[in-house]
């Protein structure tokens, strides 16, 4: 085998924007002038497919909450954003969100079906000066989540009908006045809407509307200023200064606000051409790492922001969030940190607060979690049912929103590029087909199991032989990894972009090793996290799944029900590990991955065939094996693991080897170990 010389084949993007040449012209909406060029160009929703393990988690979404809420919740069932007159805010947009591009994605008849049913009335309602939705709805928040809606309908079915209802509601913010207070909703989120309005820029290109995002971004609350003084720091958490309200300074403190807001700035970058707002965007996540950082990608807030002991919990609604805001903003700067953050979120975090069956979700979620009950947990400001894998523990706004984060992390897989080429922005099995070169469609098969492991074959099918540059992003954890083409093979630094140009055959294949060496991160206390790729991984603790008493109504429907989870083992172990060369201390098991991605052995599942659930009995695909102590004097506080005694700790007992599976697997976990010396 030839090797290629790295110089030629590898470009470094991070903050680089590939120009378009005079000859090219992008197969796909792209910023138009004035606005900045994007770094990468979003894809058609459908465009995308999951494959493999992935396709699986989405079906599992189809045949859990996402593909019968709609059959049993009566915020949905009679929601006014389908002409019943029930719940008219937020619910009814938000399970759209997640419906719609489910439906396109799978391509399932079943869940289309459902979309057209709401999308007959939400189509046929608006009003002759733009308005849209349900009559009793004067709020302009849940129709900013509502154009997201459209947005992809559009993009799915190309009915000129969505794209009209969007035009006539820019025209209404446009020609009535700011409504945007501090205090409520739509005015911290008024931004949102900019989501949408470059969307419609892109191909209406009409000037009102950048001068309707202009009056947005001046008459709504400054998310740019807040990240360069941020307030609510680490001694505001420790000082008991963070305002733990719903009035306006408390909604600058919430954790979802925080998780949809740090993509404002960077949406605003695009207009103002201004690095004041491109760089709030990374100081603002430097501030989230900083003072809120914790494992599986989250910053936390339950539901204020609330520090970095393990014990504090990230709300549901704001990892998906975050999730969305990391494909915009990956989209718009191309910075490689941006996308490994966004595949810590979705391999971690959010599989790790859903049942594996798709049925039951938390409103929080903990690091080291090792009681889930009914209790009172030190919490800013949730309530004590906020830990429960069920049906709508706390407030149901994450049970109507939950339901976008697989789908619309898949339509973000694959992107375009302003030299008619295509980036894989974050990997596992899918296949793309999209439009390069001169407009040649063009298929790409990407066979994996990451993140279960880090070998990826890219196969290109095309009708002839197409000259494209084919990007892959080389995520910043990675250690030296290959690319192996057409006979070549190349080596490849971790934080990279790699650029493939190159006359494409049918049939030709790529293939990316990313080493897959086990590391280790420092955590609260100087405690340590283990990661292999880009999981977390958590220590297996033995389960004992109940239902729990709730508050709310409980429906004898399918999958749906309120587990708690007691531990049947230990959990308070310290580990011994060769800090230097943690690999060396730890073994890796793996197995296959089953039809439920992230169960592991002794999880409760719902089952079709059994009209129950069912006790599942195989392992997760990874398994890594290590030795610890246990550490006696560590144990509950507040009903949740206390925060690990400070590292290393010096003790005596017997060394038992420990098994960790992966943060998604682990229902109950510990996540921030002590380490142990003798
Ligand atoms: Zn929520």
Redesign the pocket.
Known sequence: MKKKSISFAIILILFFFPGCSSDERPHYPVNPKPLVNEAYIKLPLGSVKPSGWLEDQLEIQADGLTGHLDEFWEDLVLSGWRGKGGESWERGPYYLDGLVPLAYILNDNRLKLKVEDWMDFILNSSRQDGWFGPETTTDRWPLAVASKVLMEYYEATGNQKALDVLTGYFKYLYENEPDWPDKEWRGVRAMEHAVVGYWLYRRLKEPWILETIKSIQDNSYSWTEYYYTFPWDSAAVSDGLIPHNWQAEGLTAHV?NNAMAIKYPGLWYQQSNDEHYKNAVFTGIENYIKHHDQTAGRFSGDEHLSGKSPAQGT???AVVEYMYSLEKLFGIFGDIALADRLEYLAYNALPGTMTADGWTHQ?DQQSNQVLVSVAKRNWSTNRDESNIYGLMPN?P??LA?MHQGWPKFVEHMWMATHDNGLIASVYGPSVVKALVGDGEEVKITEETNYPFEGEISLTIETDRKVKFPLYLRIPGWSEQCTVEYKGMILTAEAGETVKLIEKWNDGDIVKLKLPFNIRSERRYNNSISILRGPLYYSLRIGKEYSEAEMSYKKYDYMGSTDWQITPTTKWNYGLLLNEENPGESIGVETYPVSDYPFADKADMLWSDDAGSHIEWDKNAPVILKVKGIEIPGWGIKDNSADDPPFSPVSIEGEEVELKLVPYGSAKLRITEFPVVIR
Request: aromatic share 22%; proline share 0%.
């Open positions: 979802v709300e549901m609604c409103y407030y706004c994450c929103n």
